[in-house]
């Protein structure tokens, strides 16, 4: 495949995926999720990659779901149908926890929606000081995706993934880590060394230990983790996405006001 929304590269056992999609602020819509599998399965394959950096801008990591397509289809009176969409990024969510190699998420700037999810689904996440990651579903009338709701009641418990789910707050780099989440905060200027000096800390770590510690936490953690994507979160969303009150959700972002859901 070759890619149009993101640059992969390689050096020194470390695959750098990086999400090159400014335009709109690194959305994940449905090219975008494509391209994250293939990035990601190419290097699982390579035998010479020993671990996988997922990024994107200094501004904004990812701002989540294409809000403006959505918009577009509402003001022209055409169906919402977001399966295939939530498909394929929970096919990203489970492949990032069922692959062998360790994945680093290097978050700069806002991660709202699929983007805090994917950011959150990483092995582990290195944050600037300046990193806001939202689940702001809840702000369209959505819920989350991308796993991210049954990945965060696993690691941080369900009151404080509830929060996060129900009100959509920004959630910031230092009170990320203090909850666990982020395993390192640094400056802007000094996310992309820091990220580097961990990613080659592991390439020269044992990378069969580190490949059966990513399997024990499956087998422990996760192994419904595909069932779950397909009968709870995928009809959970596709029930919210059809809803008056997502589209108000959407038009309301557009067009910079308060909603005004009618629980409809």
Excluded: H
Aim: charged share 25%; with cysteine; glycine share 8%.
């Amino acid at each position: 495949m070759e890619f149009e929304k993101l640059i992969y590269t390689e050096e020194d056992g470390i695959a750098s995926i990086t999400m090159n999609y400014m335009k709109n602020l690194n959305a994940i819509d449905e090219q975008m999720a494509d391209e994250l599998l293939v990035a990601l399965q190419t290097a699982e394959s390579d035998a010479s990659i020993k671990v996988v950096i997922l990024k994107g801008g200094k501004k904004a990591f990812s701002a989540g779901g294409d809000i403006g397509y959505f918009y577009d289809l509402i003001q022209a009176g055409g169906d919402i149908n977001m399966d295939t969409l939530i498909q394929k990024v929970g096919a990203v969510a489970v492949y990032m926890k069922q692959m062998s190699k360790l994945v680093i998420a290097s978050v700069s700037g806002a991660a709202a929606g699929a983007g805090a999810s994917l950011a959150l689904g990483a092995d582990f996440m290195i944050c600037a000081d300046n990193a806001k990651l939202m689940l702001a579903f809840v702000n369209l009338g959505l819920v989350p995706d991308t796993g991210v709701t049954y990945l965060l009641s696993k690691s941080i418990g369900t009151a404080r993934t509830m929060e996060l789910a129900a009100t959509g707050r920004p959630l910031g780099a230092e009170e990320a880590k203090t909850w666990g989440l982020a395993y390192q905060v640094t400056s802007v200027e000094e996310l992309e060394e820091a990220t580097m000096k961990f990613a080659r800390k592991i390439v020269n770590g044992p990378s069969v230990s580190y490949k059966n510690i990513k399997k024990q936490m499956f087998d422990t953690n996760y192994t419904d983790f595909k069932d779950w994507l397909a009968q709870t979160e995928s009809a959970t969303q596709r029930e919210c996405a059809s809803s008056m009150d997502f589209q108000e959700g959407c038009k309301a972002f557009m067009e910079k006001r308060k909603p005004n859901f009618q629980g409809k």
